[in-house]
């Protein structure tokens, strides 16, 4: 949502002032320019990348228009799953774990929590290190490592795209002169014309130059920004995962593992440790989503 407000205020911004000064619209729609601009943007992604780089982009864009998924309500929800599940292994053994960890999408636990369960990476990450957990033989420094592994692993895939966003955002500006240069090859060719031809074509090739710069510090860079952090958030959430695991495997109480995990959340989206507490035990309560919208929390197992 913020992605087209943005968007919205910065091409708006940049029109009215544009025809406050007396200029006109018909003469920035230069077709040609988009399409040599575009075209060597999208080709510098194939070479440099892959084609699934450039899917990538697409489904990056796509969870911009939906927002950062990684909400304070989405945060309680995976604190909760994190609780019932190890308060589960308290009560009745590891033993009892397995069928909710081996096949999580038929657990009637974790399918109280909605954002968790449609999470695929965090899902598979805590069932998986969950299994290693039940077998055993493994001490909580080895866990530790084991999980760091995975999520230095993750991090990198998860910044990718944001990386891909930076680079043609970089390159904008050089393409656009190139752009600019082809204007200029076909104004020479003119030369001889009348003059009010010459400069329609010089004015074409300056709009090159300002697509590309535009394109680079008012979009691509922008967008490189908001995907690292969602990626950022992403981190954040999973080693709550990670936290909250190892207190288990260590001992702790569930509430405790639960702590751990909490405190790994940046302030801005982290619940309070009281509403936390309620929300896991079962209290009433409710909690204030990512956009300031009141959700019902999900009663717990």
């Known amino acids: ?49 892959s084609p699934k780089a450039v899917i990538g982009m697409l489904k990056a864009l796509i969870g911009l228009l939906k927002g950062n998924p990684y909400t304070k309500s989405a945060n309680l929800e995976l604190l909760q799953a994190m ?17 909710h960890v081996e096949n999580p999408e038929h657990s009637d636990i974790l399918h109280n929590y909605p954002s968790f369960m449609n999470n695929h990476h965090a899902i598979e990450f805590f069932s998986d290190t969950m299994k290693v957990v039940i077998m055993g033989g493994v001490n ?23 990386g891909v966003f930076s680079n043609v955002g970089d390159a904008m500006p050089g393409f656009g002169i190139v ?46 920004k908001a995907t690292e952090a969602i990626a950022k958030s992403e981190g954040q959430y999973m080693n709550c995962i990670k936290n909250g695991v190892v207190a288990f495997a260590r001992g702790d109480s569930p509430l405790i593992c639960v702590e751990f995990a909490r405190r790994n959340i940046e302030p801005e989206r982290r619940p309070g440790f009281k509403e936390v507490e309620d929300a896991c035990k079962g209290r009433t309560g409710k909690s204030s ?6 959700v019902e929390l999900p009663k717990a197992a």
């Open 83 to 99: 609780y019932q599940i190890f308060q589960l292994g308290r009560r009745e053994g590891l033993i009892a774990l397995e069928k």
């Open 289 to 294: 989503s990512g956009g300031g919208e009141v």
């Open 140 to 162: 909580m420094y080895d866990l530790s490592d084991l999980m760091d592994l995975d999520l230095e692993t993750q991090h990198e895939e998860s910044m990718k795209i944001s």
């Open 1 to 49: 949502m913020f992605l087209v407000v943005g968007l919205v205020a910065l091409f708006a911004s940049l029109l009215i002032g544009y025809t406050m000064h007396g200029g006109k619209i018909a003469a920035l729609m230069q077709i040609n320019e988009f399409i040599i601009i575009g075209g060597a943007g999208l080709a510098s992604v194939v070479i440099g990348y």
């Open 179 to 224: 752009a600019a240069v082809l204007g200029v090859v076909i104004t020479m060719q003119a030369i001889g014309g009348p003059p009010e031809q010459i400069g329609e074509k010089v004015g074409a090739a300056l709009v090159g130059t300002f697509i590309g710069v535009l394109l680079a510090y008012g979009v691509f860079g922008p967008i490189s």
